[in-house]
């Protein structure tokens, strides 16, 4: 079985190629190791949900990503927001004078929280065609209805009367009402912590308008919520998510374009843009500028693979024991800057409050199993990174000559019963195993083969990283 270092550079490699491009810095690149059909061509709708999908993603520090998007930069950026306090002057009087105000706030949000959940209890009755056990969620919706439906729903409530006449009746109760408190709140917080204080009050109150689960958001059209959150399909349902978007000038116009020529290029027997050559005779870059430590204690996925069709288990092509040459080229490439809109993401606040660390107990930036502060930046942090661009490529292929090729295990065990990879994006079943592809070219040669994706579709082939206060 082939070692770390044997499948490492030839991710190497191929950095290197891609990297030579203008306008990609190598030092950050991070190769996706599963195909990611990119859908930047075919609607507005899927075009907004995939930079979201990808612009909200903080993926593994790492030479590889296998493509997953666990979705959390817009959750960690807003709590790490709400958990940040300045260090304040020593004023025990205006510090009671100020839990006894943050005790109002949340009764009277409490309260509206109450209006909300009855609301939504009407909503389930009206749209929901079977309920959870506790009847408090859906889980089937009538056709076109969703959780995120109600937000449009509540939003229509709280211009109504009754709404009003409901709200009115808790400020009676509590004496004071939401923006009242809030003013007066924000006023002696100012006067505690100082004029930082008021720079986070501004950034909260800005992410929080990107929220689409906060109801408090009372935007007065929804031109105007657009500057916060972006509207994309799910389904069949149109939801609100935090408004993520290219960058740089970029625009699906040029995206567009650029696939048409591409494709163009591909038809007319053009040269590839991109070009690289491996060998197991090719050495590892130990590179001191590159952002990530390239060794065996970094997760790599393998780049040669056979897997066992059906079993969902794979093994590493140990092409250690052949001589042989590999050239994977694509007919061209094109980098994509994206990111949080800067309407409710402020990137000099992560660099104020970089050593910042005063959590409570019962954060999530806190180990309370360990009793420390979380790592929250570089290689082991849990807010480390951020996708700053996209490289999509069109038509991969791979030309593969190995020596001995007949009897080598990639064409006994690929030509029995199994598959093979590489980098995850050329990936074909053998004839026996699954029948012939209909997007990819297979040319059996007497020292090896050659596939060619032939499905007219660009791939997400790697990601430009943001790595955040670090080094």
């Known amino acids: 079985m082939s070692q770390p270092n044997d499948q490492i550079k030839f991710w190497q490699a191929v950095i290197n190629a891609i990297a030579s491009k203008p306008g990609i810095e190598r030092d950050n690149v991070i190769m996706v190791s599963k195909g990611i059909v990119c859908n930047f061509d075919p609607g507005i709708d899927e075009l907004n949900a995939q930079v979201v999908n990808l612009g909200n993603t903080i993926p593994t520090w790492s030479l590889t990503w ?49 209006i909300a959940k009855s609301q939504y209890k009407n909503f389930l009755s009206n749209y929901c065609l079977q309920t959870s056990a506790d009847g408090n969620s859906c889980q089937t919706w009538l056709s076109g209805y969703s959780d995120q439906s109600f937000i449009a729903y509540w939003q229509k409530y709280q211009k109504s009367q009754e709404f009003k006449e409901k709200v009115a009746a808790l400020k009676q109760d509590l004496g004071d009402d939401l923006d009242g408190l809030q003013v007066k709140y924000d006023n002696l917080t100012e006067k505690l912590y100082g004029s930082d204080y008021q720079k986070i009050a501004e950034a909260i109150a800005a992410v929080r308008k990107a929220d689409p689960k906060n109801f408090n958001n009372d935007f007065r059209s929804d031109q105007e919520r657009n500057q916060y959150q972006v509207q994309v399909n799910e389904g069949a349902v149109k939801v609100w998510v935090p408004r993520f978007t290219l960058q740089q000038g970029e625009t699906f116009s040029d995206f567009k374009n650029w696939l048409q020529a591409a494709k163009a290029a591909a038809d007319s027997g053009a040269d590839p843009d991109v070009s690289v050559e491996l060998s197991n005779s090719i050495e590892s870059d130990n590179s001191s500028s590159w952002q990530f430590a390239f060794d065996a204690g970094i997760p790599v996925e393998d780049f040669f693979i056979l897997g066992v069709r059906g079993s969902g288990s794979h093994s590493t092509l140990d092409v250690s024991k052949y001589d042989f040459k590999a050239t994977l080229t694509y007919q061209s490439i094109k980098n994509i800057p994206l990111g949080p809109m800067d309407t409710w993401y402020d990137s000099s606040m992560l660099v104020k409050y970089k050593d910042y660390n005063n959590w409570s107990t019962s954060s999530p930036f806190y180990d309370s199993k360990n009793n420390r502060p979380r790592d929250l930046w570089g290689s082991h942090g849990i807010f480390n990174l951020r996708i700053a661009s996209i490289i999509v490529g069109y038509q991969p292929c791979l030309k593969m000559e190995i020596s001995n090729w007949s009897h080598s295990e990639s064409h006994t065990v690929w030509s029995e019963e199994s598959d093979f990879s590489i980098l995850g994006l050329i990936h074909i079943a053998s004839e026996s195993a699954s029948g012939k592809s209909d997007y990819l070219k297979y040319t059996s040669t007497d020292t090896g083969f050659e596939l060619k994706d032939n499905s007219g579709r660009p791939q997400v082939i790697a990601i430009v990283v943001e790595p955040l206060n670090y080094p």
């Not at 817009?74 to 510090?95: A, C, N, V």
Request: negative net charge.
């Open 66 to 114: 296998n493509g997953v998007t666990n979705n959390n930069f817009f959750g960690m950026y807003q709590s790490w927001l709400d958990e940040i306090h300045p260090q304040g002057k020593d004023d025990t009087d205006l510090e009671n004078e100020l839990k006894n105000i943050r005790q109002k706030i949340a009764d009277l949000q409490s309260g509206v929280d109450g």
